[in-house]
């Protein structure tokens, strides 16, 4: 298993904010990817595999980041319902806008 930073976070692919792209695009990685270079990379190797997305930081961190540019503001909004929380997330992990990959590799 491998937990795997996505460069389709929404933070990058939809709301383009220049603070979080400075932060984002760092030396902390040396590579980024999304599930359509995890798949290219995976067939070209022939393992089996499972991408899965993850949405680690909540709503109230993309808020923050909108409002400040600054990150942290994780739970920051405790007005917001755990229902909303969790849809929002969900909407991210279904159209794969989320910040994180989950890569199963099988035998």
Same mark, same amino acid.
């Given at each position: 298993? %491998?937990? =795997?930073?996505?460069?389709?976070? #929404?933070?990058?692919?939809?709301?383009? #904010?220049? %603070?979080?792209e400075?932060?984002?695009?760092? =030396? %902390?990685?040396?590579?980024?990817?999304?599930?359509?270079? $995890?798949?290219?990379?995976?067939?070209?190797?022939?393992?089996?595999?499972?991408?899965?997305?993850? +949405?680690?930081?909540?709503?109230?961190?993309? #808020?923050?980041?909108?409002?400040d540019? #600054?990150?942290?503001? +994780?739970g920051? !909004?405790e !007005? !917001?319902?755990? %229902?909303?929380?969790?849809?929002?997330?969900?909407?991210?992990?279904?159209a !794969?806008?989320?910040?994180?990959? $989950?890569?199963f =590799?099988y035998?």
């Open positions: 298993m %491998a937990e =795997i930073p996505s460069c389709t976070d #929404i933070l990058t692919s939809g709301y383009k #904010i220049p %603070a979080f400075k932060f984002y695009w760092s =030396i %902390a990685h040396h590579y980024y990817y999304n599930p359509k270079s $995890i798949k290219y990379i995976m067939d070209k190797l022939g393992y089996k595999y499972e991408i899965l997305p993850e +949405q680690r930081y909540d709503l109230s961190n993309h #808020i923050t980041w909108l409002m540019g #600054i990150p942290g503001g +994780q920051r !909004f !007005f !917001f319902s755990q %229902a909303t929380l969790d849809s929002y997330n969900q909407d991210l992990k279904n !794969f806008k989320c910040d994180t990959m $989950i890569l =590799i035998k």
